[in-house]
């Protein structure tokens, strides 16, 4: 009988251990254990590599505009979710091609060909030398760049807003912090105390000015629920345009085709926006 307790005990205080020690492979499981099947990339794009602040070699790709800008957004900087890799962006490069802008994208730290492991605050330094990268290169302000993100990507996404001021910022399927998806898991939610991965989209962003800052989710999303995108929404109290398409039925990793229509509309009326505010 105490034999049957003590190893009851064991297993109550191990298995909550072994969640917390591996979060990172939970966390990002394309950047630890699991490398998603290799897709061809993009004509016409460009493979290159680039150094993150720590010395951490990243891979990246860049595809151009399919025709001269036409519009104020010259740049479009991509940040994926954490179970895919470079590979599977092409469908936001090609968007964004049609629409005459540049897009960059990169492999966080550990994903893909990049090198390391990843971390919140490593990935925060590798969307940093995307954007220092893409900046350098087209010779642009940063008023004049969108940036584009999906699940994860939100994380990136709302530091390079809260830090470097881009024209617009679009976050697909986003959470509003990494505690509030753990929070609302069964089984996980007393663990959110020992995550040492936030990544607090809604509170970065309040740092974000002037700009436009659109959201898509689907109400169908089970991964990260609909109510995260109403959340950041709401707490949001800063000056730039915000807006909202949350579409019926729609899951995690289908909010990008339905949503286009959205954004392209939105992204026109901020191109507008954004101008008035610069004259």
């Known amino acids: 009988m105490v034999k049957r307790v003590i190893g ?11 969640i917390v020690l591996g979060q990172d492979v939970q966390i990002y499981p394309a950047g630890t254990i699991h490398s998603p099947e290799k897709q061809s990339r ?21 595809l151009p505009a399919a025709e001269a800008p036409r519009n104020r957004f010259k740049v479009a900087i991509i940040l994926h979710g954490n179970g895919v ?22 492999d966080y730290r550990g994903f893909g ?5 990843p971390s919140e605050n490593g990935i925060y330094q590798d969307s940093e030398a995307l954007w220092n990268e893409a900046l350098a290169r087209e010779k642009i302000k940063p008023s004049e760049v969108i940036v ?14 809260g830090n470097f001021s881009p024209g617009a910022v679009i976050l697909l399927s986003p959470f509003s912090s990494l505690d509030d ?13 020992f995550l040492w991965s936030h990544f607090p989209v809604a509170d970065m962003l309040q740092s974000y000015k002037d700009g436009c800052i659109m959201i898509a989710h689907g109400t169908a999303d089970r991964v990260i629920s609909v109510s995260h995108s109403e959340r950041i929404k709401t707490r949001y109290n800063g000056n730039a345009s915000t807006s909202i398409y949350l579409p019926e039925g729609i899951g995690h990793n289908e909010i990008f085709i339905p949503a286009k229509p959205f954004l392209e509309k939105k992204i026109a009326e901020c191109e507008t926006a954004v101008a008035s505010k610069a004259s």
Request: a neutral charge.
């Open 8 to 18: 009851i005990l064991l297993t109550l205080l191990i298995f909550p251990l072994l």
């Open 42 to 62: 993009l004509p016409g794009g460009e493979t290159f590599s680039l150094t993150s602040k720590d010395g951490t070699r990243l891979e990246a790709f860049h």
């Open 85 to 106: 890799n470079l590979d599977y962006v092409a469908p936001y490069h090609r968007w964004f091609s049609r629409l005459g802008i540049s897009s960059y994208s990169l």
């Open 113 to 117: 060909n990049s090198e390391g492991w």
């Open 148 to 161: 584009f993100s999906h699940s994860l990507g939100g994380g990136p996404a709302a530091h390079l807003a």
């Open 181 to 193: 998806v753990v929070k609302e898991r069964p089984g996980v939610s007393l663990l959110s105390p």
